[in-house]
Nanobody
Framework: QVQVVESGGGLVQPGGSLRLSCAAS????????MDWYRQAPGKQRELVAI???????TYTDSVRGRFTISRDNAKNTVYLQMNGLKPEDTAVYYC?????????WGQGTQVTVSS
């Protein structure tokens, strides 16, 4: 059984930092690209960052330079380090394990940026 579980969300002030984690089980983790998405209230889910199986990273323009995606294949975990958080980063953040036509989603973790 495949499980994808996000953690690390919370309430943070503007300019602050959070590190999200996403642990996957039931898959050969190193064979999967890992994505972070987010969905704000009333908006469509948007892709935030990708890390490929060989560690190549891609970011959406709004987070480039502030967020860093990384993976630890030994721990079956992907991370999203978020610095310089802004109120517009407030959303539910989702992790997706992706390989060919397979997608395994987590349940999401809430990030709220507010003073």
């Amino acid at each position: 059984q495949v499980q994808v579980v996000e953690s690390g969300g919370g309430l943070v002030q503007p300019g602050g930092s959070l590190r999200l984690s996403c642990a996957a089980s039931g898959i050969i983790f190193s064979n999967y690209a890992m994505d972070w998405y987010r969905q704000a209230p009333g908006k469509q889910r948007e892709l935030v960052a990708i890390i490929s199986t060989n560690g190549v990273t891609t970011y959406t323009d709004s987070v480039r330079g502030r967020f860093t995606i990384s993976r630890d294949n030994a721990k079956n975990t992907v991370y999203l380090q978020m610095n310089g958080l802004k109120p517009e980063d407030t959303a539910v953040y989702y992790c997706n394990a992706r390989r060919m036509n397979l997608n395994y989603w987590g349940q999401g973790t809430q990030v709220t940026v507010s003073s």
